[in-house]
């Protein structure tokens, strides 16, 4: 690396993790310049991602989603409620991402992490606007009980593109949820049914036998690019991440259609070129993502 | 391309803008801003010593604070303390106040919807009455998607909710300069059709976004000449008075 600079200053004598330390931004260029990133990625390229479904057996859904080092633990848990007045017939979905201190040197025990909510609001916003879910299919009885799903995604590692594998887990998770059977008891209340009633004789037919998976409509999936001078870097580390400032994240559906360009801010201005170069990256990384989904549905059904 | 507003506008047409500067005694510097019935204050206090915890110390820092018209504080206003931030840090000069924090208070007066955009253009008409050094000013603003694919700029509360998607756009004002116009262009395209901060709400297509990001930039046109004739008349009058 050292060798590029040549000439006139320091790097030419430094080691090169010193001149990493020292000199981030110019380290980085020097790697651009080659079209190359420093962990060997092409700068369009998004890092391996792995997804485990089931990884939590106590909760109804629950996935592992690893974007390079990135990884991010979704759960589910479903609990029965009764429907808010103004819409009897639908349930409801909580989400909550989390940040412990166990995923950075930045985050410190205490407060939650202001990243943490920003996140938890973006990924709320996202699943709720793409209308992957019909909330109408978390209905039980119409006015008298709704299924509430709380779906918690912790972090474990934070390497960059935070939100990209939170929003992968949470849609594994919700794709590998399992709805608990329910039964109308006596008093008409809504009892959990065990499993093993389930085999064998019933008192009471249950309220959902049907309905024991969620049907997702277009799942969105999103990356996070990178802009710095002419650059696109697609799925940044945190150490880009920290470096270079203007991030742009783009959330498509199946359909491709547009869920959510997010860009707060940043020194590099978007131009519509660019914009466009980053859907079509987006583009690309929707397909990858589809595919990492659908072999991680198979594996569990093999199983 | 007709479509009915409830307040008679046209398509295109914003509604009136109102912008005051150094409305408050004890802050550095201060605006108002309201489009219609949306109104924001802004304030700004510093440049203060220090940068707070996991911050640059060699740049200049800033805070942003949310109050919202009533009630705490939740996630939403969190998202938007952050993306004003970085919207902030965008268009300042960070290297002239090196280990300083500037705190930037935004008081919601009244929410009539394209809250998030009315309280950028405020936060940058207080950053002006401060005197905190700015590459360029951003102008923000408010496109919403109708059901049938037309493009309604600036809409108020009732039409946002009705609307399947909306965009704010935060794009540079356009500069006066004297140098050459080609010299100032980035890849062909002039410096203020670079988007600045972009969030959107609800799922469009890809093409609608684009338009929505052509009808954005030219309606911003008309803003930042707004901004810029709102900001020189009351520097003349400040001068008048000193004289």
New interface residues.
């Given amino acids: 690396m050292a060798a590029v600079n040549g000439s006139s200053d320091l790097s030419s004598e430094m080691e090169v993790d010193a001149f990493r330390r020292l000199f981030p931004l110019r380290y980085h260029e020097y790697h651009l310049l080659k079209s190359v990133r420093p962990d060997a990625r092409k700068l369009g390229s998004a890092r391996d991602t792995t997804l485990a479904l089931g990884a939590v057996a106590s909760a109804d859904g629950s996935a592992l989603a690893k974007i390079g080092s990135t990884t991010m633990l979704a759960a589910i848990k479903m609990e029965v409620m009764t429907p808010t007045v103004e819409c009897p017939d639908e349930g409801s979905i909580a989400i909550e991402f989390h940040m412990p201190p166990i995923c950075s040197p930045?985050v410190r025990p205490g407060r939650p992490a202001?990243a943490a909510?920003?996140i938890?609001?973006?990924l709320s916003?996202t699943i709720f606007?793409?209308?992957m879910i019909d909330l109408k299919e978390l209905c039980l009885v119409g006015g008298k009980a709704a299924w509430m799903a709380y779906l918690d995604i912790y972090c474990l590692d934070a390497d960059g593109a935070l939100f990209d594998a939170a929003l992968l887990s949470a849609v594994a998770a919700f794709s590998h949820l399992n709805i608990p059977v329910v039964s109308l008891n006596d008093d008409g209340r809504i009892v959990l049914v065990s499993e093993d009633n389930v085999r064998g004789k019933l008192e009471k037919e249950p309220v959902n036998k049907e309905k024991r998976k969620l049907k997702l409509n277009s799942p969105p999936f999103s990356l996070t690019c990178i802009l710095h001078k002419?650059y696109i870097l697609a799925d940044p580390t945190a150490e880009e991440e920290s470096i270079m400032e203007?991030v742009?994240t783009v959330v498509l559906?199946s359909y491709?259609?547009?869920?959510?360009?997010?860009?707060?801010?940043?020194?590099v201005?978007?131009?519509?070129?660019v914009?466009?170069d980053c859907?079509a990256l987006a583009r690309r990384r929707v397909k990858e993502l589809q595919n990492v989904l659908n072999e991680a549905i198979s594996d569990m059904e093999v199983d | 391309m007709e479509t009915d507003r409830k307040d008679g506008r046209t398509a295109n047409q914003l509604r009136p803008l109102a912008c005051t500067r150094n409305v408050l005694n004890r802050a550095h510097g201060s605006a108002s801003w309201s489009q219609g019935e949306t109104k924001v204050l802004a304030a700004v206090y510093g440049p203060k010593a220090g940068t707070k915890k996991?911050e640059n110390p060699e740049k200049a820092c800033f805070e942003v604070i949310w109050k919202p018209k009533t009630g705490q504080i939740g996630?939403?206003e969190?998202?938007y303390e952050?993306?004003l931030?970085?919207?902030?840090?965008?268009i300042c000069v960070l290297n002239v106040h090196p280990n300083t924090t500037t705190s930037i208070i935004i008081q919601v007066v009244n929410d009539d919807g394209a809250l998030l955009p009315c309280a950028i253009n405020a936060v940058c008409a207080a950053l002006v009455d401060a005197g905190i050094p700015l590459k360029h000013l951003a102008v923000a603003i408010c496109c919403s998607l109708a059901e049938s694919g037309h493009i309604l700029l600036d809409p108020s509360k009732l039409e946002e909710q009705k609307m399947k998607?909306f965009?704010y756009l935060?794009f540079?004002n356009s500069t006066l300069s004297v140098l050459p116009e080609e010299s100032l262009k980035?890849?062909g395209?002039p410096?203020e059709?670079?988007?600045?901060?972009?969030?959107?709400?609800?799922?469009?297509?890809?093409d609608?976004?684009?338009r929505c990001?052509e009808r954005g930039r030219a309606a911003t046109g008309k803003l930042s000449d707004f901004l810029r004739r709102s900001l020189q008349s009351q520097v003349q009058s400040d001068s008048s008075k000193l004289g």
């Fill in positions: 930045l202001e909510e920003v938890s609001k973006q916003d606007s793409s209308g002419n203007t742009v559906d491709y259609q547009l869920v959510s360009l997010y860009k707060p801010g940043g020194p201005l978007a131009h519509t070129s914009i466009q859907v | 996991n996630k939403a969190k998202e952050m993306i931030k970085r919207t902030v840090q965008s998607a965009v935060v540079p980035v890849r395209e410096m059709h670079g988007l600045i901060t972009s969030f959107t709400h609800g799922v469009m297509s890809v609608d976004y684009i990001l």
